[in-house]
């Protein structure tokens, strides 16, 4: 057991440090290179995260006994990663929103209050025109994060867009009813 721990530490380590790698080179907006290295990370942690193994019996690998602390350390490591990924994803040219909107929602599985993924959801729920999940998403990340002009700023693009819609199938709608 002792030999099992060292391991799951040790993969623990080698994935924390490809992800501050990681962190550098967003801080260098070497954004390729930074998404490379969060993956490295996401990938190490894979083996670690029991939801990942079958839950047959006998079929597939086993899943690895983490103590409490390992099991919370793995579970932020991975919403680390899957935030920045979207962070980095949003910078790039052209945003990737459908991939931001999937790794936003990879962190919020884990930590459902977390600000930063519910704003990226909404973000990029806004710019895949999905004007109801956006407000969902923003409004939930005004409520925690009241004065983040940014924030607000894309709540105010999402009601906008919403209330354009709703009246554009209003529209559409009435002429086949009338």
Do not use: W
Not at 12 to 20: P, T
Not at 30 to 37: E, G, P
Not at 124 to 132: A, G, M, N, Q, V
Not at 141 to 162: C, E, F, H, M, W
């Amino acid at each position: 057991m002792a030999e099992q721990t060292g391991a799951v530490d040790q993969c623990l380590l080698q994935a924390s440090s490809f992800k501050s790698q990681g962190n550098k080179c967003y801080t260098e907006h070497r954004m390729r290179q930074a998404v490379s290295l969060y993956h490295k990370a996401l990938l190490q942690l894979r083996s670690l995260d029991a939801s990942l193994y079958s839950p047959l019996p006998g079929v597939g690998p086993t899943a690895v006994k983490l103590n409490s602390q390992q099991a919370e350390e793995l579970k932020t490591l991975q919403a680390d990663c899957y935030n920045n990924l979207a962070a980095c994803l949003l910078q790039s040219q052209p945003p990737r929103y459908q991939r931001v909107y999937e790794c936003s929602l990879q962190v919020l599985s884990l930590q459902p209050e977390n600000v930063k993924a519910l704003y990226r959801a909404g973000v990029s729920s806004y710019h895949l025109k999905d004007y109801t999940n956006a407000h969902h998403y923003l409004s939930q990340a005004a409520s925690r994060a009241p004065k983040d002009g940014n924030i607000k700023r894309y709540v105010q693009l999402t009601d906008t867009a919403l209330s354009t819609f709703r009246e554009e199938e209003k529209q559409r709608y009435q002429g086949m009813f009338g």
